[in-house]
Nanobody, 115 residues
Framework: QVEVVESGGGLAQPGGPLRLSCSAS????????TGWDRQAPGKERELIST???????SYTDALTGRFTIARDPDTNTVYLYMNNLKPEDTAVYYC?????????WGPGTQVTVSS
């Protein structure tokens, strides 16, 4: 199995940056897709960004330019760089790893944007 764990969440100031990390361990294949979702209070979970082993990334239109995804294949770590944070960005952020046969999810990390 693949274990996925997010980290880096916490309290952030409006307009500030924050970096989230996602570590994958266990039986991690050479090629897989990974990405970030988030779920705000009272809202459905929404896709933020995905990236492939070939580093091809896609983003939700509303977040393009503020959020950036990157991965380090040597450490099986995926990052989400968030800039110009807004109170509306407050949510639980989830990382996922998807292979040809299965999807793996982390427990999530809370991000709160407030003054």
């Amino acid at each position: 199995q693949v274990e996925v764990v997010e980290s880096g969440g916490g309290l952030a100031q409006p307009g500030g940056p924050l970096r989230l990390s996602c570590s994958a361990s266990g039986d991690v294949p050479r090629e897989f897709s990974t990405g970030w979702d988030r779920q705000a209070p009272g809202k459905e979970r929404e896709l933020i960004s995905t990236i492939t082993t070939r580093h091809t990334a896609s983003y939700t239109d509303a977040l393009t330019g503020r959020f950036t995804i990157a991965r380090d294949p040597d450490t099986n770590t995926v990052y989400l760089y968030m800039n110009n944070l807004k109170p509306e960005d407050t949510a639980v952020y989830y990382c996922n790893v998807k292979t040809d046969t299965q999807s793996y999810w982390g427990p999530g990390t809370q991000v709160t944007v407030s003054s």
